[in-house]
T-cell receptor, first 115, second 112 residues
Framework: DVKVTQSSRYLVKRTGEKVFLECVQD?????MFWYRQDPGLGLRLIYF???????EKGDIPEGYSVSREKKERFSLILESASTNQTSMYLC??????????????FGSGTQLSVL | AQSVTQLDSQVPVFEEAPVELRCNYS??????LFWYVQYPNQGLQLLLK??????LVKGINGFEAEFNKSQTSFHLRKPSVHISDTAEYFC??????????FGSGTRLLVRP
C-alpha cells in the first residue's frame, strides 16, 4: 500500500516562529501537494510539485514556501507563523502515469496551532 | 483557472430517504472529477471518479454521480441513505497538470 507520512500529528508553535512540516511518500510518485483544511472552506491548495526542485503555487501560497530536494520528500515552510495559519495541513501524492494515476493518496494530517 | 462550487454547506435528510449533493465546476479544459468522503475524525476516502466514458459513475457504499458536460456538473446521489453516511463530502476537479482543486464541502447529516 502507498504510504504518505506526515512527521507530526499535532504541533503547537508561537507567532513568529519558523515552522517546517514534513511529508514523505514511499511510492516514487512524481506529484506532491500541500493543502490546508478549514471548516466551511474545504481543502485549499497551497503549493504543489510535479518533480524534484519544481514547484507551483496553488490558490493560497502567501505566507508559505516549499522545498522538494528529493523525490520522496515535500516540505512546507511557514517562514514566520501567524495565528491565521492555525489549521489542519494535509500532504498528498499521485503518480504521473500508471493504473492508479488518478487517485490521490493523503497523509493523516498535521493539526497546527499557532499561539 | 478551474474552480469547484458546492452550493450546499449542509444537507439534512432522514434515514432511508434519497439524497443529492450538488457540485458544479468551471474549467476551460478537459478534467477528471472526483468525490471524496471524510467521516468524523478520519482522513479523506475516494468515493468515485469520472475520467472518461460513461457519464454515470458508480462508487462505493451505493453512491453514484453523473457527469453533465453541458451543465458542468457532477452531482452525487444515493437512493437510500443510512445513519452511517453522515460525513462531509468533497467534490474535486483535476486538470492535465494534476493540479487537484476541492470544493468547500457539504456536510450530510442523516437523521433517524
Amino acid at each position: 500500500d502507498v504510504k504518505v507520512t506526515q512527521s507530526s500529528r499535532y504541533l503547537v508553535k508561537r507567532t513568529g516562529e519558523k515552522v517546517f512540516l514534513e511529508c514523505v511518500q514511499d511510492m516514487d510518485h512524481e506529484n506532491m501537494f500541500w493543502y490546508r483544511q478549514d471548516p466551511g472552506l474545504g481543502l485549499r491548495l497551497i503549493y504543489f510539485s510535479y518533480d524534484v526542485k519544481m514547484k507551483e503555487k496553488g490558490d493560497i501560497p502567501e505566507g508559505y514556501s516549499v522545498s522538494r530536494e528529493k523525490k520522496e520528500r515535500f516540505s512546507l515552510i511557514l517562514e514566520s507563523a501567524s495565528t491565521n495559519q492555525t489549521s489542519m495541513y494535509l500532504c498528498a501524492s499521485i503518480p504521473t502515469a500508471g493504473s492508479s494515476n488518478e487517485k490521490l493518496f493523503f497523509g493523516s494530517g498535521t493539526q497546527l496551532s499557532v499561539l | 483557472a478551474q474552480s469547484v462550487t458546492q452550493l450546499d454547506s449542509q444537507v439534512p435528510v432522514f434515514e432511508e430517504a434519497p439524497v443529492e449533493l450538488r457540485c458544479n465546476y468551471s474549467s476551460s479544459v478537459s478534467v477528471y472529477l472526483f468525490w471524496y468522503v471524510q467521516y468524523p475524525n478520519q482522513g479523506l476516502q475516494l468515493l468515485l471518479k469520472y475520467l472518461s466514458g460513461s457519464t454515470l459513475v458508480k462508487g462505493i457504499n451505493g453512491f453514484e454521480a453523473e457527469f453533465n458536460k453541458s451543465q458542468t456538473s457532477f452531482h452525487l446521489r444515493k437512493p437510500s441513505v443510512h445513519i452511517s453516511d453522515t460525513a462531509e463530502y468533497f467534490c474535486a476537479v483535476m486538470d492535465s497538470s494534476y493540479k487537484l482543486i476541492f470544493g468547500s464541502g457539504t456536510r450530510l447529516l442523516v437523521r433517524p
